[in-house]
């Protein structure tokens, strides 16, 4: 949302199921303490501003703070009935119910903010909730709409969609990203964001456009070691807090991570691929070429070819890959990787930008630029096949200091088949590993075997399991042909929204096994909702029905199209493809799932392959 839609609203329903009236008194009492995410996450302690006492005014309770920013924030509660008791930071009813009778009682807090040395603005009293809903639970004309026959599936479907356009937030004069998560991350991630954007591609274009354009704004443009900034660096975090406005963290952007620049640039061609544009390669060719200088200049440091991370500050992030925990890459024995680390995925998504970018370059007319990225592409490709391979048939996490192995079985190695980078020959028997007991504990793919020594079900990144992972895994081995593998993990991880509530899946849930425990255990602090999370089920409905766009061709590829169990129905109407549009009916009898074209519109192409 925008800083004009900042508002919680809670409504209570008070019912009185007996024959005889109810009085009772109720209370609402409230505290503000303006504290930064930072700060209540106990990571950094910053300078305080002044919190003034709750003020009383026209039946709206109000809580001002003074920041140290020299930015006044304000959080203005109105009620509606008016309370009968107004008492310091208390709210009170005298509630009398009829038999068999209700009350409604709504609560609405909005958020206020002013520039340096200005007063907050206070807008009205109430909001506009309808439109608020609308646009939660609605759905954009553009946006490509899913019907099934399966009553699990449409809630999860319906429960993804609307988190996500939950978390839809605007940014500089309107530009849509979505947010990480909630209620840690509610800001603008390069990974995520752009991971989210990818996932949903078969969804909503319109959001990657923005993401992508946000994205290149934010670019590093200089060398910046506070904030690991370097030329042509894709940010990993912007807050807009009181400690950033203070310069007490580096988030302002924060540019410690390894894999946000060569993703942003995956992002731009498969953008390009699916709207059948060259409009945003040819705006945004010097940030394009910025992000490539990157990964040879900063990325690839010591010249082997490849994109390492090191941290750089006290403040900053030890690890910069997606498992940016402290002890997130670790070796077989247990200890930590050494950096400068290499990580597996991380080389995908090199070899995959690259890939992406050298189709772009041809589709312009650059055939020597197009002809020299895919060598590049395909020499890293071999290096890697020879310097990550474990013979006991994965790819090591990470090499790390002095190229060495960190050789241990991990989820990372299912993301190689996701950007392609994995040779054919090891695709088969890395899905054996990722399926195994070890690593798949019912529904879904474990970051960590537990075989590891570090392995731990509710380590944040030592043998969780993260839906957003398994979506990118999935798609890799459908990617390779292994379809009935791909399913596998789609059907689990809709099995385990039966256990969460309103069916949404989580940031992460513990690796305790499905045989032993019954029900997925939860991660305590997990978000919910988390945006790449949230586009986890989604984007495994575009793998598994084997949707790949083509805008440029005007073509619309279904290539065998599979369904979960108990599905035997799904239409799809409104996937774009370039300047057409078309719905599609999928049906499944028995292991076959036929695809029959219901509508097309504009100039499209079907091509069904079984």
């Known amino acids: 949302a925008s800083a004009e839609e900042l508002a919680l609203v809670d409504t209570l329903l008070l019912q009185n199921l007996t024959s005889d009236s109810i009085s009772f008194s109720l209370e609402f009492q409230f505290q503000a303490a303006f504290e930064d995410i930072f700060a209540i996450r106990g990571l950094f302690q910053g300078k305080h501003g002044t919190r003034h006492p709750p003020i009383w005014e026209n039946g709206t309770l109000s809580f001002r703070y003074d920041g140290a920013d020299e930015i006044e924030r304000e959080i203005a509660i109105h009620f509606s009935p008016r309370p009968d008791g107004m008492h310091r930071n208390i709210a009170s009813y005298e509630i009398e119910l009829l038999p068999r009778g209700s009350q409604q009682l709504r609560v609405s807090l909005n958020v206020s903010t002013s520039e340096p040395h200005k007063r907050a603005a206070r807008r009205p009293a109430g909001i506009k909730l309808e439109a608020s809903r609308e646009r939660i639970g609605g759905q954009p004309q553009q946006e490509t709409k899913v019907q099934t026959n399966s009553l699990l599936l449409s809630r999860v479907m319906d429960r993804s969609l609307s988190d996500l356009r939950m978390l839809r937030c605007t940014l500089d004069e309107g530009a849509s990203y979505f947010a990480a998560g909630v209620p840690w991350f509610v800001a603008l991630f390069g990974r995520d964001s752009i991971i989210t954007a990818l996932q949903t591609l078969a969804y909503d274009l319109g959001i990657a456009e923005h993401t992508i354009r946000l994205l290149a704004k934010y670019q590093g443009k200089e060398l910046n070691p506070w904030r690991e900034e370097e030329p042509g660096k894709i940010l990993h975090?912007?807050?807009?807090?009181?400690?950033?406005?203070?310069?007490?963290?580096?988030?302002?952007?924060?540019?410690?991570?390894?894999?946000?620049?060569?993703?942003?640039?995956?992002?731009?061609?498969?953008?390009?691929?699916?709207?059948?544009?060259?409009?945003?390669?040819?705006?945004?060719?010097?940030?394009?070429?910025?992000?490539?200088?990157?990964?040879?200049?900063?990325?690839?440091?010591?010249?082997?070819?490849?994109?390492?991370?090191?941290?750089?500050?006290?403040?900053?992030?030890?690890?910069?890959?997606?498992?940016?925990?402290?002890?997130?890459?670790?070796?077989?024995?247990?200890?930590?990787?050494?950096?400068?680390?290499?990580?597996?995925?991380?080389?995908?998504?090199?070899?995959?930008?690259?890939?992406?970018?050298?189709?772009?370059?041809?589709?312009?007319?650059?055939?020597?630029?197009?002809?020299?990225?895919?060598?590049?592409?395909?020499?890293?490709?071999?290096?890697?096949?020879?310097?990550?391979?474990?013979?006991?048939?994965?790819?090591?996490?990470?090499?790390?200091?002095?190229?060495?192995?960190?050789?241990?079985?991990?989820?990372?190695?299912?993301?190689?088949?996701?950007?392609?980078?994995?040779?054919?020959?090891?695709?088969?028997?890395?899905?054996?590993?990722?399926?195994?007991?070890?690593?798949?504990?019912?529904?879904?793919?474990?970051?960590?075997?537990?075989?590891?020594?570090?392995?731990?079900?509710?380590?944040?990144?030592?043998?969780?399991?993260?839906?957003h992972d398994n979506s990118l895994i999935a798609a890799g081995f459908k990617r390779y042909g292994l379809d009935h593998e791909a399913l596998k993990i789609m059907s689990g991880l809709i099995e385990a929204t039966v256990h969460f509530q309103s069916y949404r899946l989580p940031e992460l849930f513990g690796g305790f096994a499905q045989q032993d425990y019954g029900i997925p255990v939860s991660y305590p602090v997990a978000c919910q909702p988390q945006a790449w999370s949230a586009g986890a089920v989604p984007y495994l409905l575009t793998t598994t029905l084997g949707l790949e766009g083509d805008g440029f061709e005007s073509k619309l590829r279904v290539v065998r199209p599979m369904l979960p169990e108990n599905v035997n129905q799904v239409e799809v109407h409104g996937l774009r493809v370039g300047q057409g549009s078309v719905d599609l009916r999928f049906t499944r009898s028995g292991d076959h799932v036929a695809a029959k074209v219901q509508q097309l519109k504009g100039k499209m192409e079907v091509i069904l392959q079984p």
């Not at 400690?243 to 953008?271: N, R």
């Not at 592409?377 to 190229?403: I, K, P, T």
């Not at 879904?444 to 731990?456: K, Q």
């Open 237 to 467: 975090e912007l807050r807009v807090g009181e400690m950033a406005h203070l310069g007490e963290i580096p988030h302002t952007p924060y540019y410690g991570t390894v894999d946000a620049t060569p993703l942003w640039l995956v992002l731009v061609g498969k953008h390009a691929t699916w709207s059948g544009e060259t409009r945003l390669f040819d705006e945004l060719r010097p940030q394009i070429e910025a992000a490539l200088n990157w990964i040879e200049q900063y990325g690839n440091t010591d010249g082997d070819g490849y994109v390492k991370y090191a941290c750089k500050i006290e403040k900053g992030l030890a690890n910069q890959g997606w498992k940016d925990s402290g002890d997130g890459i670790v070796n077989a024995d247990g200890s930590l990787a050494e950096s400068p680390i290499a990580l597996v995925e991380v080389q995908g998504y090199v070899y995959q930008a690259k890939m992406e970018m050298a189709a772009l370059f041809r589709r312009v007319g650059e055939e020597q630029r197009a002809s020299a990225l895919e060598e590049q592409a395909e020499r890293l490709r071999a290096h890697f096949d020879r310097d990550f391979w474990v013979d006991d048939g994965y790819y090591a996490l990470a090499l790390q200091q002095h190229n060495r192995q960190a050789a241990v079985l991990s989820s990372n190695t299912g993301q190689a088949l996701w950007s392609g980078i994995a040779q054919s020959e090891r695709a088969g028997k890395i899905a054996e590993c990722l399926l195994s007991d070890e690593m798949f504990n019912g529904w879904g793919v474990r970051t960590l075997t537990s075989a590891a020594l570090r392995y731990n079900p509710l380590g944040y990144h030592l043998g969780t399991v993260w839906p």
